[in-house]
């Protein structure tokens, strides 16, 4: 695997598990409108997902799209840890896709101005996307936040114990520095203030208290897992696996 | 001859309706960027609409159908991400056949496709697709589907 294919496996994982994890609110939403936002917003991250693996795919030349969602396993893949966990009560999944979408505003802002066209026009795509699902996370966490006793401490917790899965959105190994200085990727670390701005604006407005940057959780850049990875997988992968070649 | 040909196809595509809303064809939706005649090929260029709109891979198994129906069949089709989709593409026309359906269409002071009242209420960002959300009419209290703008 080229440097590059290894590069945008990393975002192409992290759509395409969030977007796993993000269905299996469908038909279990707290409400009807907000079950089709889930799965709308889990279906936007598909796409992104898929538009990124017919990339990979192409650069690759042998290994189709859907070889690389179905026929890989937990070790090759390099989403983010925070997009495995599970999603617990609804305040738990908003403040889950909150930290991530404002990380995906930001990166996919730098990703656009990448010298490789198809990863910038990706990119120009889905920060038209992304921005519709902030909007729609950013004004949960409010209202949660600054909703009743009970919703404020729940979504409080939910923040304190998904906070240690963000350090990895700042993380530089070699091959992020390697892409940077062929202008081809993003300088992950220059997005930190940005986000930290953006996260405490809504924050202050929720009336939430931002946890303290602790302990952080890594690997995912090494193929390193919870082990909630691995039951996704196992889930999403169990057609194809089991009935190789089936056609719809 | 080949301009001819090429004009043909253009019509036959603006014969292929959107698979949601059949009031609009994919070329009004804005979707169909090119079509070329490259080395005895005709490319059809199409940029999705949403990156994970279902529709997108209907109404290419529509054009194909279609442009085969018209015996056309040296023809493929390309998908292009550039310049992204964008509402601004739709003509006034083609907005007014939406808000004739019951959709408000993608306006920055959008109303009741119903009674034109401006009084409207956002429900949901999100709606039964991936480009629509959902609003109500505080006057004639009707629901009614918005085209997002993007």
């Known amino acids: 695997m080229t440097d590059i294919e290894k590069y945008i496996l990393r975002i192409a994982d992290t759509t395409l598990i969030l977007s796993q994890r993000l269905s299996e609110w469908c038909s279990k939403g707290p409400s009807l409108e907000e079950d089709i936002a889930l799965s709308n917003i889990s279906l936007d991250l598909l796409g992104q997902a898929n538009g990124l693996l017919e990339y990979v795919s192409k650069l690759n030349g042998e290994i189709s799209p859907d070889e690389y969602a179905f026929k890989r396993d937990e070790r090759e893949f390099y989403n983010f840890q925070i997009c495995e966990i599970e999603n617990g009560h609804f305040g738990d999944t908003i403040i889950r896709q909150f930290l991530i979408d404002i990380y995906f505003k930001l990166y996919y802002q730098e990703l656009e101005k990448s010298k490789d066209e198809t990863l910038s026009a990706l990119a120009t795509k889905s920060l038209k996307e992304v921005s519709y699902h902030l909007r729609h996370s950013s004004n949960w966490v409010i209202r949660l936040g600054d909703g009743t006793q009970e919703s404020k401490d729940k979504i409080q917790k939910s923040l304190n114990n998904i906070w240690k899965y963000t350090g990895e959105f700042f993380e530089m190994d070699e091959l992020d520095k390697k892409m940077l200085k062929e202008k081809i990727g993003v300088n992950n670390k220059t997005l930190k203030k940005d986000w930290d701005k953006l996260v405490d604006e809504t924050l202050i407005k929720a009336k939430l208290k931002r946890p303290e940057d602790g302990y952080m959780m890594t690997g995912s850049r090494k193929g390193i897992h919870t082990e909630m990875l691995g039951k996704i997988l196992s889930e999403m992968q169990y057609l194809p696996r089991a009935y190789p070649d089936a056609k719809w | ?150």
Not at chain 2, 18 to 30: F, K, N, Q, R, T
Not at chain 2, 54 to 75: G, M, S, Y
């Open chain 2, 1 to 150: 001859m080949q301009n001819g040909k090429i004009d043909k196809i253009w019509q036959i595509l603006g014969s292929v309706p959107d698979p949601e809303i059949p009031v609009i064809s994919v070329v009004e939706l804005g979707v169909i960027r090119d079509v070329q005649l490259i080395k005895n090929e005709y490319v059809i260029s199409v940029t999705p609409t949403y990156s994970g709109c279902p529709a997108v891979k209907t109404f290419q198994d529509d054009i194909k159908e279609q442009l085969k129906i018209n015996n056309i069949n040296n023809f493929k089709i390309e998908i292009v991400y550039k310049p992204a989709w964008t509402t601004d593409w739709m003509t006034q026309e083609t907005k007014e056949k939406l808000r004739d359906y019951g959709i408000s269409p993608p306006e920055k002071n959008a109303s009741c496709p119903q009674c034109k009242s401006k009084e409207i209420e956002l429900i949901s960002e999100f709606g039964a697709t991936a480009c629509k959300s959902m609003y109500k009419c505080n006057d004639c209290l009707e629901p009614f589907e918005h085209f997002k703008c993007i």
